[in-house]
């Protein structure tokens, strides 16, 4: 299982596998609780990836549900196990919308609105490190440090031969016009934005 992945995106895969074996046992959550001697909400929370699921767990919940298919129960104790794992950002400190950076280093695609920046997959560094620099509640220089480098490791998704993001972004017009940093990190940025738009998995618009 990829590192990179959040333990909330393991967590929710792995709740989704076993709901549908749940389903096609012909067992309802409450059946599940009240043979496991559980309450209902653990269930209904496993399956939906709110409550971390032990390896005991899947055990348990493969036997009632007659899961002897030892490839299945193998790839289910597998995302129990890396649901325990963080993800590469956590090294950074107490990054902002960890979730979020999580949910995205496992998206196949994105489609984002962006009225106010370039968003931060398709930023310059200078043009991040700008942007950062303006942080609401200021930054400590370790702090912003760290984002940066957060951000601009987000970006390989974009790069990814294996797997690149396909990324649709729909800028507002004075995006492009307002200077963040100064002209010269603009106009670095307007062509960096430029080169990513030629890309065929990258769609980039303007809204006049």
């Known amino acids: 299982m990829a590192a990179s992945i959040d333990p909330t995106v393991r967590r929710r895969r792995l709740g989704a596998k076993l709901c549908r ?66 993800g590469w950002w956590h090294a950074h400190g107490d990054i902002p919308d960890s979730v979020y950076i999580g949910l995205e280093t496992d998206a196949a695609s994105i489609h984002a609105y962006e009225p106010l920046v370039i968003p931060g997959l ?27 480098k957060v951000r601009l490791r987000r970006q390989h998704r974009i790069c990814d031969p294996a797997r690149p993001l396909r990324l649709w972004v729909v800028l507002d017009e004075a995006v492009l016009r307002r200077v963040v940093g100064s002209h010269d990190v603009m106009r670095e940025q307007l062509e960096h934005l430029n080169a990513f738009g030629a890309e065929p998995h990258i769609t980039v618009q303007v809204l006049p």
């Open 122 to 148: 398709l930023q310059t560094p200078a043009y991040a490190h700008a942007v950062i620099g303006k942080a609401v509640p200021p930054l400590t220089a370790e702090q912003a440090t760290a984002r940066l």
């Open 21 to 86: 074996l749940r389903k096609a046992s012909g067992l309802t959550s409450a059946e599940v609780a009240e043979r496991l001697m559980v309450s209902q909400s653990k269930i209904s929370r496993m399956e939906n990836g709110r409550r971390a699921i032990s390896l005991r767990d899947v055990r348990d919940l493969c036997a009632l549900y007659g899961v002897t298919d030892q490839q299945v129960i193998d790839v289910l104790m597998e995302l129990a196990r890396d649901s325990g794992q963080q």
